[in-house]
T-cell receptor, first 114, second 113 residues
Framework: NAGVTQTPKFRVLKTGQSMTLLCAQD?????MYWYRQDPGMGLRLIHY???????AKGEVPDGYNVSRLKKQNFLLGLESAAPSQTSVYFC?????????????FGPGTRLLVL | RKEVEQDPGPFNVPEGATVAFNCTYS??????FFWYRQDCRKEPKLLMS???SGNEDGRFTAQLNRASQYISLLIRDSKLSDSATYLC??????????????FGKGTKLSVKP
């Protein structure tokens, strides 16, 4: 099993450009999450999904959109990138209820917005 | 405000030492508690869940004090490979649901030869 994979690993964007980050998991997990991690900050939840076709806002959703068209994939979109979105983005998945289950993380995507 | 507070460290200890980290959380309704480990430039990985009665996994012991709203992690006989950042993680109930997980900023441990 590959577990949780993320594409791309690293990206540089100019302000105003758009991009999509892809997360894929092969563990048949229902729940998937997108976090961002900034220096001096804990991981912060951007959006999450409790199943195929569903999405919900997390703590810091502004400037991001997500889609979960297939159970194994969770996409994070930046429509118009801003320097404040420079961060490391982690995707995670879990089998069951958020608060009970282990979350498995992908290796992260490092995004630099100039 | 959602708060999970940890001493950022770094904790610099020699091999073989015992080291303890504490974490406090501000939501008395929280029900689930974890310690995750994050190596430099890597993803977080679950180290252990924290149960009310306390639990041990090899050299690692986790304790929960609900009354004081703090969680602790004790590492005995530290190894070089224990060098990492340790994240305290707590669920944040709201609106009748158990909510999502809130991650502390982490405590950095450096084990020296």
């Amino acid at each position: 099993n590959a577990g949780v994979t993320q594409t791309p690993k690293f990206r540089v964007l100019k302000t105003g450009q758009s991009m999509t980050l892809l997360c894929a998991q092969d563990m048949n997990h229902e729940y998937m999450y997108w976090y961002r991690q900034d220096p001096g900050m804990g991981l912060r939840l951007i959006h999450y999904s409790v199943g195929e076709g569903t999405t919900a806002k997390g703590e810091v959703p502004d400037g991001y959109n997500v889609s979960r068209l297939k159970k194994q994939n969770f996409l994070l979109g930046l429509e118009s990138a801003a320097p404040s979105q420079t961060s490391v983005y982690f995707c995670a998945s879990s089998y069951g209820h958020t608060y009970q289950e282990t979350q498995y993380f992908g290796p992260g995507t490092r995004l630099l917005v100039l | 405000r959602k708060e999970v507070e940890q001493d950022p460290g770094p904790f610099n200890v020699p091999e073989g030492a015992t080291v303890a980290f504490n974490c406090t959380y501000s939501n008395s309704a929280s029900q689930s508690f974890f310690w995750y480990r994050q190596d430099c430039r890597k993803e977080p990985k679950l180290l252990m869940s924290v149960y009310s009665s306390g639990n041990e996994d090899g050299r690692f012991t986790a304790q929960l004090n609900r009354a004081s709203q703090y969680i602790s992690l004790l590492i005995r006989d530290s190894k070089l490979s224990d060098s990492a950042t340790y994240l305290c993680v707590v669920n944040w109930p709201y609106g009748g649901s158990q909510g999502n997980l809130i991650f502390g900023k982490g405590t950095k441990l450096s084990v020296k030869p």
